[in-house]
Nanobody, 115 residues
């Protein structure tokens, strides 16, 4: 059974930092492209950052230079370091694993950026 479990969300002031983690089980972690998506209230889910099996990364323009995605294959963990957070980063953040026709999602973790 595949499970992706996110953690690390919370309330933070503008300019602050958070680190999200996603613990993966039931998959061969190194075979999957991993990503973070987010969905703000009333908006569609969007890709935030993705890291591919070859180690390459991409980011949505709005988070470039502020967010960093990383993996720890030994621990089957995906992380997202978020710095210089803005109110518009407020959303539910989801972990995603994708390989071929297989795609899996976590349950999401809430991030609220507010003073």
């Amino acid at each position: 059974q595949v499970q992706l479990v996110e953690s690390g969300g919370g309330l933070v002031q503008p300019g602050g930092s958070l680190r999200l983690s996603c613990a993966a089980s039931g998959i061969t972690f190194s075979k999957y492209n991993m990503g973070w998506y987010r969905q703000a209230p009333g908006k569609q889910r969007e890709l935030v950052a993705r890291i591919f099996r070859d180690g390459s990364e991409n980011y949505v323009d709005s988070v470039k230079g502020r967010f960093t995605i990383s993996t720890d294959s030994a621990k089957n963990t995906l992380s997202l370091q978020m710095n210089s957070l803005k109110p518009e980063d407020t959303a539910v953040y989801y972990c995603n694993a994708e390989w071929g026709w297989s795609t899996y999602w976590g349950q999401g973790t809430h991030v609220t950026v507010s003073s």
